[in-house]
C-alpha cells in the first residue's frame, strides 16, 4: 500500500511538473490554419488567353563582366503550351551566337493586372513580359551568369509576336 501512495504521488508531482514548465498544455482555441496547395483566384479574374506559338523581333542582349558588351541575339520561338488561369507553361526555342540550338522550359505567372507576367526559364533566367497589345508583348530577360551565358551576366530585350492560327 505505501508503494502504491508513493507511486501515486510520484505521478502527480511528474505531472505538475510538466504542466508548470509548459511541456503540456489544453490545445488553445486559435488554431494555426491549414496549409493549402493550391491558389485561391477571385471568380473575377480575366487572364488573356496566351497559348500559341510567339516568334521574336527586335532582339537586343548584352554581356556584362568587366564591361558590358553587345550580343548579337537571332530570333527567339516560345511556345506557351498551356494556360490555366494566371500559370502558363511551354518552352523557349534560340540558337545562341556561338553554339546549338537549345530548347528551354518555360513557366510564367501573370501579374493581378493581367497586363503583364514574369517568367522563369529552365537555366533559371527572369524574363518580364508586357503586353503592348492583344497579340504583342515585350520582353526584358536577365541571367545573374552561368553556363548559358559563359559565365557572364546578361540582359536580353525584344518583342514577341503571337503567330496566328497557332494554338
Request: proline residues 6%.
Amino acid at each position: 500500500m505505501r508503494v502504491c501512495r508513493s507511486v501515486i504521488c510520484i505521478a502527480i508531482l511528474l505531472v505538475i511538473s510538466l504542466l508548470s514548465a509548459g511541456c503540456i498544455s489544453a490545445p488553445e482555441s486559435s488554431a494555426v490554419p491549414a496549409v493549402t496547395t493550391g491558389m485561391e483566384l477571385p471568380a473575377s479574374m480575366n487572364y488573356p488567353d496566351i497559348t500559341g506559338t510567339w516568334k521574336s523581333s527586335g532582339e537586343a542582349g548584352w554581356n556584362l563582366n568587366t564591361t558590358i558588351q553587345d550580343v548579337t541575339v537571332g530570333e527567339n520561338t516560345w511556345v506557351f503550351a498551356s494556360q490555366q488561369g494566371p500559370v502558363v507553361k511551354g518552352f523557349k526555342l534560340f540558337r545562341q551566337p556561338y553554339g546549338p540550338d537549345v530548347n528551354q522550359t518555360v513557366l510564367g505567372i501573370f501579374d493581378p493586372d493581367g497586363k503583364s507576367l514574369t517568367i522563369i526559364d529552365q537555366p533559371g533566367g527572369w524574363a518580364k513580359a508586357t503586353f503592348t497589345g492583344p497579340d504583342t508583348m515585350f520582353v526584358v530577360l536577365t541571367y545573374a551568369s552561368g553556363k548559358d551565358t559563359g559565365g557572364n551576366s546578361f540582359a536580353l530585350t525584344m518583342m514577341l509576336h503571337r503567330v496566328k492560327g497557332t494554338v
